[in-house]
């Protein structure tokens, strides 16, 4: 959807404020604009090369509404009653951005049509439920990470099988190995460890 046709079409009243109510369903209300992800979703929107991969660097938004009608021939909905489930720091960072909305930005957005019912509560609760990803997880994809355990599997060929210790880069990775947990260092631990040994910052 374009980003700046669901802010006017479905986020702003007739005063032109954020349409609060849209949000009665949300687990979470609008966390503001110094929250880390909405920092994030702002960056996004003020760059000229990302702002055209928004839909795409963005998690989108769910809707769910007891009617929905789909115009024939057309890319039209039509909602009654609708609510913002899943998006609502995407929904409301877009609106506090609108000046910079262009044609160009574009939001995935999902719409349910369901009955007021435990139905609705099932899909609210299952598009909010994800495991935590902790921040550093994220180092693990990068580049440097694969040496570090390309490193580490390298230095295991020639050790003892009681010095063998194993760089996790992904969250997980060696859950099914057999690997005594205190042999497993993640992205968390391999920094703290430089970090003492090399910046003498323990």
Not at 144 to 155: D, E, I, M
Request: glycine share 4%; aromatic share 8%; proline share 3%.
């Amino acid at each position: 959807v374009n980003a700046k046709s669901l802010v006017e079409a479905l986020l702003i009243d007739g005063d032109g404020n954020l349409r609060q109510s849209v949000f009665e369903e949300n687990v979470r209300s609008y966390l503001g604009d110094e929250n880390d992800v909405n920092i994030a979703i702002q960056k996004t929107i003020k760059n000229p090369e990302k702002k055209n991969l928004f839909s795409v660097l963005n998690n989108g938004i769910t809707i769910v509404a007891p009617e929905l009608t789909l115009t024939p021939n057309t890319k039209e909905i039509h909602l009654t009653n609708y609510q913002i489930i899943n998006g609502c720091q995407t929904s409301s960072t877009l609106y506090e951005n609108r000046a910079l909305l262009t044609d160009s930005v574009n939001v995935v957005t999902k719409f349910i049509e369901s009955p007021e019912n435990e139905g609705s509560s099932d899909i609210i609760a299952a598009t909010n439920s994800q495991s935590d990803i902790p921040k550093e997880a994220f180092f693990g994809l990068r580049n440097k990470a694969k040496l570090v355990q390309k490193y580490f599997n390298a230095q295991n060929q020639h050790a003892q099988p009681e010095n063998l210790i194993y760089f996790e880069r992904r969250q997980g990775e060696f859950k099914s190995s057999g690997y005594q947990l205190t042999r497993i260092f993640d992205v968390r631990e391999v920094a703290r460890c430089y970090a003492a040994m090399f910046l003498d910052e323990p």
